[in-house]
């Protein structure tokens, strides 16, 4: 039965909010959050007006690459729970009008899966075909040229079968191989498992990715040290972003489609033009969202984000659901990468992110204004980004705006997947083991109890705008619209909403957008400008006033 209708797209507007559950909140004491901790803190997600939870990997795993390194499509990982919490978490989510989303890894599984196991234990073995093995190339090394995420080769010798192994991450990442129809038939039955049990969708790793070039031939150079572009030098013209990976997508979303509270498709789609993005939601057939990495690659000035929004608007089909976020797990936080840890800044970029039309995807921490923490090398965990000498502890982030290295992340990873700062107690009340597993930030600070009770807080207007934006657009896709703004000033109308803000170190004069003003970033109202009509914005301020004769839509909830 397809649901397509407008009713049924729940992620239209949503708020989704990916919590990193090793770094949440740990009920058991291994210094590891867990879905008990998720559990717990469900009121606090739907207090602040969370619509849908992405799980960072909750797979068995023997943890390479934290969870993305997955040994059983159909468990649970032992550090985080089990099945039964699994349940227990969505039925919980879903009595508080939240949905759960789990994170899928396709394009490879762990070296230690049973498939990748069988696949390696000769030629003839059943699994072979499952992951993509080649005999050495002309000279007698690697069959081609492709590197993997550490700037090494993709390619693995495996010594008793005589033959090369593709990776496009770790070694123990072995890439499964899409040409073989066995492994479309293993994820259809994977994504029917978890449906079944409630999930409300997917968010699907490295969705550019799955397919690789059935001849194996060379990638091109690539010099312009995009981050989309490429990586250490090389467009992934062949080893990803294969045309036929979209077939796959054409499938699940059939799939989706066939239960009658309609599943989600979310990629980590990571492509630098918006005409590619755009392939990626096909006919309305394939994915319903789509990460949008140039605006996250975007710098945080006017220019910049208001041009990789009209870019993607209209890439989009009519309908499609632009999805905007600025952190994640890989990436680092905003509130480091755009604002160097600037409240101000911090406030503007959250008021962008939700008054754009379609979802927004917060991480864990970006409503207190959690910035990356500098993890000291002993302490580091990430073995990719350690692997790949891109181990700086220092935390810092800059504009990320395409001056990083091949991967698109700056530094370790692990800056940005630190424990929750739960409140300024001993590991910011994020444990009782004696450490937890990543050190904490600076919880006496910014954490989330002192915040909540702060009518000025981030978290604060964190929740204020994110309560505007359900009252205001009901979880529906917004209309859009740039108005005019001076230099420094972005201005725009997203339904009933018009949004002005200044992106610049002095005052802008804007057109006084009327009334009610239904939020400001500094508490404050714009005091009037120079010339009758104008109001004059403080430096990093943004307002939100509803725009005149336009109603709010009617509420989701
Ligand atoms: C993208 C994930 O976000 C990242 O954390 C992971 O290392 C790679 N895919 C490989 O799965």
Same mark, same amino acid.
């Given at each position: 039965m397809k649901s397509k209708d407008s009713h049924n797209r729940w992620w239209h507007g949503a708020v989704l909010y990916q919590l990193y559950v090793r770094s949440w909140l740990d009920t058991d004491g291994d210094g590891y959050g867990d879905l008990g901790g998720v559990i717990a803190r469900l009121d606090y997600l739907s207090w602040l007006g969370v619509d849908g939870i992405w799980l960072s990997p909750t797979m068995p795993s023997p943890d390479e690459d934290w969870g993305y390194d997955v040994s059983d499509y159909l468990g649970v990982h032992p550090d985080l729970g089990t099945l039964e919490d699994m349940d227990r978490l969505i039925a919980e989510a879903g009595q508080r009008g939240m949905r759960v989303l789990l994170d899928l890894v396709p394009n490879h599984t762990s070296s230690a899966h #049973?498939?990748?196991? +069988?696949?390696?234990g000769g030629k003839g073995s059943g699994h072979r075909d499952f992951y993509v093995w080649a005999d050495p190339g002309a000279g007698g090394g690697p069959p081609n040229n492709w590197l993997n995420a550490t700037g090494g080769p993709a390619w693995t010798w495996h010594d008793s079968t005589k033959q090369y192994y593709l990776h496009n991450f770790l070694p123990g990442q072995p890439d499964l191989n899409w040409w073989e129809p066995r492994v479309h038939e293993e994820f259809r039955q994977i994504l029917r498992f978890?449906?079944? @049990? $409630?999930?409300? $969708?997917?968010?699907? +790793? *490295?969705?550019? $990715?799955?397919?690789? &070039?059935?001849?194996? @031939? &060379? %990638?091109? #150079?690539? /010099?312009s040290g995009n981050p989309l572009a490429g990586r250490f030098g090389q467009q992934q013209a062949y080893n990803a972003n294969r045309p036929e990976t979209h077939d796959v997508y054409r499938d699940w979303r059939r799939i989706a489609d066939s239960y009658p509270a309609a599943r989600v498709l979310l990629g980590e789609t990571w492509v630098g033009d918006p005409d590619r993005l755009a392939d990626f939601y096909g006919n309305d057939d394939q994915l319903q969202l789509a990460f949008n990495f140039p605006f996250v690659f975007a710098r945080l000035t006017a220019p910049d984000l208001s041009a990789v929004v009209a870019g993607t608007l209209a890439a989009l089909p009519a309908e499609a659901c632009p999805v905007w976020t600025a952190s994640n797990h890989d990436v680092g936080r905003f509130p480091t990468r755009w604002c160097d840890g600037d409240q101000r800044k911090v406030r503007l970029a959250l008021l962008v992110l939700a008054t754009l039309p379609g979802a927004m995807v917060l991480y864990y921490g970006d409503e207190i204004g959690m910035t990356d923490v500098g993890v000291p090398l002993e302490l580091q965990q990430d073995k990719m980004s350690l692997g790949s000498g891109q181990n700086g502890s220092s935390g810092e982030g800059g504009q990320n705006g395409g001056s990083t290295d091949g991967n698109g992340w700056q530094g370790n990873r692990d800056r940005a997947r630190t424990p929750t700062q739960w409140d300024g107690s001993v590991a910011a009340g994020s444990t009782r083991a004696a450490a937890p597993w990543l050190p904490t930030g600076d919880s006496a600070t910014v %954490? *989330?109890? +002192?915040?909540?009770?702060? #009518? $000025?807080? *981030?978290?604060? /207007?964190? @929740?204020?705008?994110?309560?505007? @934006?359900?009252?205001e657009s009901g979880g529906q896709l917004a209309s859009y619209q740039p108005l005019p703004a001076p230099p420094g000033g972005w201005a725009y109308r997203a339904g009933s909403l018009t949004v002005l803000a200044n992106f610049s170190d002095r005052p802008v004069t804007c057109q006084d957008p009327g009334r009610p003003i239904l939020l400001s970033t500094t508490g404050a109202t714009p005091a009037a400008g120079d010339a009758a009509g104008d109001i004059l914005l403080a430096p990093w301020q943004g307002i939100v006033a509803r725009t005149a004769g336009v109603p709010p839509a009617p509420g989701r909830r």
């Amino acid at each position: 039965m397809k649901s397509k209708d407008s009713h049924n797209r729940w992620w239209h507007g949503a708020v989704l909010y990916q919590l990193y559950v090793r770094s949440w909140l740990d009920t058991d004491g291994d210094g590891y959050g867990d879905l008990g901790g998720v559990i717990a803190r469900l009121d606090y997600l739907s207090w602040l007006g969370v619509d849908g939870i992405w799980l960072s990997p909750t797979m068995p795993s023997p943890d390479e690459d934290w969870g993305y390194d997955v040994s059983d499509y159909l468990g649970v990982h032992p550090d985080l729970g089990t099945l039964e919490d699994m349940d227990r978490l969505i039925a919980e989510a879903g009595q508080r009008g939240m949905r759960v989303l789990l994170d899928l890894v396709p394009n490879h599984t762990s070296s230690a899966h #049973p498939w990748f196991i +069988d696949a390696a234990g000769g030629k003839g073995s059943g699994h072979r075909d499952f992951y993509v093995w080649a005999d050495p190339g002309a000279g007698g090394g690697p069959p081609n040229n492709w590197l993997n995420a550490t700037g090494g080769p993709a390619w693995t010798w495996h010594d008793s079968t005589k033959q090369y192994y593709l990776h496009n991450f770790l070694p123990g990442q072995p890439d499964l191989n899409w040409w073989e129809p066995r492994v479309h038939e293993e994820f259809r039955q994977i994504l029917r498992f978890w449906f079944d @049990r $409630g999930v409300a $969708g997917f968010r699907i +790793d *490295v969705a550019h $990715g799955l397919y690789k &070039d059935a001849e194996l @031939r &060379d %990638n091109p #150079p690539e /010099l312009s040290g995009n981050p989309l572009a490429g990586r250490f030098g090389q467009q992934q013209a062949y080893n990803a972003n294969r045309p036929e990976t979209h077939d796959v997508y054409r499938d699940w979303r059939r799939i989706a489609d066939s239960y009658p509270a309609a599943r989600v498709l979310l990629g980590e789609t990571w492509v630098g033009d918006p005409d590619r993005l755009a392939d990626f939601y096909g006919n309305d057939d394939q994915l319903q969202l789509a990460f949008n990495f140039p605006f996250v690659f975007a710098r945080l000035t006017a220019p910049d984000l208001s041009a990789v929004v009209a870019g993607t608007l209209a890439a989009l089909p009519a309908e499609a659901c632009p999805v905007w976020t600025a952190s994640n797990h890989d990436v680092g936080r905003f509130p480091t990468r755009w604002c160097d840890g600037d409240q101000r800044k911090v406030r503007l970029a959250l008021l962008v992110l939700a008054t754009l039309p379609g979802a927004m995807v917060l991480y864990y921490g970006d409503e207190i204004g959690m910035t990356d923490v500098g993890v000291p090398l002993e302490l580091q965990q990430d073995k990719m980004s350690l692997g790949s000498g891109q181990n700086g502890s220092s935390g810092e982030g800059g504009q990320n705006g395409g001056s990083t290295d091949g991967n698109g992340w700056q530094g370790n990873r692990d800056r940005a997947r630190t424990p929750t700062q739960w409140d300024g107690s001993v590991a910011a009340g994020s444990t009782r083991a004696a450490a937890p597993w990543l050190p904490t930030g600076d919880s006496a600070t910014v %954490n *989330v109890a +002192d915040q909540r009770d702060d #009518p $000025g807080s *981030v978290l604060s /207007l964190c @929740r204020d705008l994110l309560s505007l @934006r359900r009252a205001e657009s009901g979880g529906q896709l917004a209309s859009y619209q740039p108005l005019p703004a001076p230099p420094g000033g972005w201005a725009y109308r997203a339904g009933s909403l018009t949004v002005l803000a200044n992106f610049s170190d002095r005052p802008v004069t804007c057109q006084d957008p009327g009334r009610p003003i239904l939020l400001s970033t500094t508490g404050a109202t714009p005091a009037a400008g120079d010339a009758a009509g104008d109001i004059l914005l403080a430096p990093w301020q943004g307002i939100v006033a509803r725009t005149a004769g336009v109603p709010p839509a009617p509420g989701r909830r």
